[in-house]
């Protein structure tokens, strides 16, 4: 600017602001900041810790809320009503509980065994707050210590067992028994926590020797596999078998049962005769002879007798002569 151009001068006016302009701005702002911070909302999963001078006043559940503005009241939301979860040896995408990944997963998931052999363990923790005051005020960094104390007993479980039954049979047992030493472990330390389950992820041996575990997982697998055919084969032919067997007993008594029944009827019939034939016996005798005859002829068919003497017998034949007829 060339130092000879007179300066520009604005003229507003005269007007300067006031005191009270000024005072009754910041006496807005503070209505303003007093509205502000006189309320807060719970969500539905949640509930709400208050302090008032830093103190403990009460715990609150959801909904809308007053309190004491510019700093008097304190509150701290917990997700009381919701289940939380602590991973161990791996760690998911997309958490919003700061407690649920570990900063060392590879070291969480590297333990030994009771046999000295080492095992890769991942595994998780559900866990739910259950009293707000208990977990903020009597233990320092609840989360922190939760999960120390999940990673110890689950070493202390892993450490009781062989690499075989850590990696295949045992799976549920390590659940229920690291489950109930962690819900026993937490209530002695007063986290204000109760933990609702512990579950087994992935458990592999370390990568070195990884084949040859999965040759033996595979060889037992195989053998399960048979016993399980063996025992269906069994349970077929053993059933097929036992009903052949009863339905041929069944046959075999109905038998039984029809010849003794034939027997008995045959000793009745024959003492019935027997009886006649010692009352009479001519009549019985010639009666039983009658009546065997009339059943065996019939069955003899036609029968010609003719003289030995006769040497024309051709007209013979247009006479039937049925055995028993005289002529």
């Not at 060392?104 to 890769?120: F, H, I, Q, Y």
């Not at 009549?283 to 065997?292: H, K, Q």
Request: contains cysteine; charged residues 25%; proline residues 5%.
């Amino acid at each position: 600017m060339d130092p000879r151009t007179p300066p520009i001068i604005i003229d507003v006016g005269g007007y300067k602001p006031s005191i009270g302009c000024i005072g009754a701005g910041l006496v807005g702002a503070l209505v303003l900041l007093v509205a502000w911070t006189s309320y807060y909302t719970v969500e539905a999963e949640s509930e709400a810790v208050v302090l008032r001078f830093g103190k403990y006043l009460a715990t609150v559940g959801p909904g809308l809320h007053f309190k004491l503005p510019l700093g008097i009241d304190d509150v701290t939301v917990l997700p009381t009503r919701r289940q939380l979860k602590m991973e161990f040896g791996f760690s998911t995408s997309g958490y919003s509980n700061t407690d649920q990944a570990g900063k060392e997963p590879d070291e969480e998931k590297s333990m030994v065994t009771g046999d000295l052999n080492a095992a890769l363990v991942e595994w998780v923790v559900q866990y739910r707050i259950r009293d707000p005051k208990q977990y903020l005020f009597d233990v320092c960094n609840p989360g922190k210590t939760l999960r120390d104390l999940s990673e110890a007993v689950m070493r202390e479980v892993i450490g009781d067992r062989t690499v075989d039954e850590v990696i295949t049979i045992g799976r549920q047992d390590i659940e229920a028994s690291a489950l109930i030493r962690l819900q026993e472990m937490v209530a002695k330390y007063g986290l204000g926590l109760s933990v609702d389950q512990v579950q087994l992820k992935d458990v592999n041996p370390p990568k070195q020797v990884q084949a040859s575990f999965n040759e033996v997982n595979k060889a037992q697998q195989d053998r399960e596999n048979a016993i399980n055919i063996a025992n269906g084969d069994y349970n077929k032919a053993v059933p097929k078998a036992k009903g052949e067997a009863e339905q041929a007993i069944s046959t075999a008594q109905g038998y039984k049962a029809k010849r003794v029944n034939e027997a008995e009827g045959d000793v009745a019939s024959f003492n019935a005769m027997l009886e006649q034939y010692v009352k009479s016996p001519e009549i019985t005798r010639a009666r039983i002879y009658f009546e065997t005859m009339g059943e065996i002829l019939p069955q003899a068919g036609h029968k010609f007798i003719v003289d030995e003497s006769l040497r024309q017998w051709l007209p013979a034949l247009s006479q039937t002569l049925k055995i028993g007829e005289v002529k």
